[in-house]
């Protein structure tokens, strides 16, 4: 088990940036893919990105691929999501999630995949 704090939401302005941090307690945050996801109000949970246990494998969703970046730092036990170009669209709860895995280079995209998340940071877009 392992318990993530997200951290990093805010109100920006349309094309503007943000980044993310997930921290996760533990000593074992290399042994778990990573993965974001985002809820907006009245909608389902959705993922955004996930990052592989080496940080070599990363996957995102058609809707924010080439404006977010996910990595990692496992000397830190911090995952992170840089958020740039953002649009009115991009407004959610972002949640942090992370799952076991044995494979190094597997990515996980669905959230019944991931067994812990964090509590959730908002971010707000204005237009």
């Known amino acids: 088990q392992v318990q993530l704090v997200e951290s990093g939401g805010g109100l920006v302005q349309a094309g503007g940036s943000l980044r993310l941090s997930c921290a996760a307690s533990?000593?074992?945050?290399?042994?778990?893919?990573m993965g974001w996801f985002r809820q907006a109000p009245g909608k389902e949970r959705e993922f955004v990105g996930g990052?592989?246990?080496?940080?070599?494998?990363?996957y995102y969703a058609d809707s924010v691929k080439g404006r977010f970046t996910i990595s990692r730092d496992n000397a830190k036990n911090t995952v992170y999501l840089q958020m740039n170009s953002l649009k009115p669209e991009d407004t959610a709860v972002y949640y942090c999630?992370?799952?076991?895995?044995?494979?190094?280079?597997?990515?996980?995209?669905?959230?019944?995949?991931?067994?812990?998340w964090g509590q959730g940071t908002q971010v707000t877009v204005s237009s």
């Open positions: 990052i592989s246990r080496s940080g070599g494998t990363t």
């Open positions: 533990g000593r074992t945050f290399s042994r778990y893919v």
């Open positions: 999630a992370a799952t076991g895995t044995l494979d190094y280079g597997r990515v996980y995209y669905r959230a019944d995949e991931y067994y812990n």
